[in-house]
């Protein structure tokens, strides 16, 4: 890796993202005695602008950020750090410095998760259809999963590719109903998936 320290009088700035969750959880700077530390011991160490030092992150309170891997951006002067973090990112005892919860996100699919569950505990059935899947139970929110899956088969095996994607939308709704009826969420189902491959 060849980074480019002179831009910044020997530093280079170094964005530290959760490898799990993806979401960036602080930013520091590194001169390359540091990069060559993070290396050797797999816990990120930082050029401490203020102390004027090389500091390993959690080297008091323990909260260290165990290194996954490093990429150079395409001006080779920024690092992009994947980490896996033990305990809260900021001093301020937060998991990101941006006082965020360190949490996986599915973009859009976060965002229906989110509206399920409201519709789950604050719509009625008169007024929403999630609302009354809910309230019919479990057997039926599963029977409509079982009806959605038939659906997907059947036009996948046609040529229309609308209806095919129509009804995987429509299986994949059903499906987070029936993961929160049972108390989950898709977080629950890619965390089985990730032990699988770590296997």
């Known amino acids: 890796m060849n980074i480019d320290y002179a831009k910044n009088n020997g530093l280079v700035p170094a964005i530290i ?16 005695e540091a990069v060559k530390k993070t290396v050797e011991t797999n816990l990120v160490t930082f050029f401490s602008r203020t102390k004027q030092r090389l500091w390993t992150k959690g080297e008091e309170s323990g909260n260290v950020l165990n290194l996954v891997g490093i990429k150079l951006d395409c001006d080779s002067d920024t690092l992009l750090v994947k980490v896996n973090p033990k305990g809260p990112t900021c001093h301020k005892g937060s998991d990101t410095c941006w006082n965020e919860d360190n949490t996986q996100s599915f973009g859009f699919l976060s965002e229906l998760e989110s509206v399920i569950d409201d519709r789950k505990n604050n ?11 809910f309230a019919k139970g479990i057997n039926k929110i599963a029977q409509k999963v079982g009806e959605e899956a038939v659906e997907v088969v059947i036009e996948a ?5 609308t209806l095919f994607l129509d009804e995987s939308a429509d299986l994949l709704f059903h499906y ?9 969420k898709l977080s629950n189902v890619v965390d089985v998936l990730i032990k699988r491959e770590a296997k």
């Open 17 to 32: 993202q959760d490898a799990t969750t993806n979401k960036v959880l602080m930013l520091g700077y590194m001169n390359e």
């Open 123 to 133: 719509a009625t059935e008169e007024t929403s259809y999630v609302a009354s899947l």
């Open 157 to 161: 095996k046609d040529n229309d590719d």
């Open 176 to 184: 987070l109903i029936l993961l929160q009826a049972k108390g989950f």
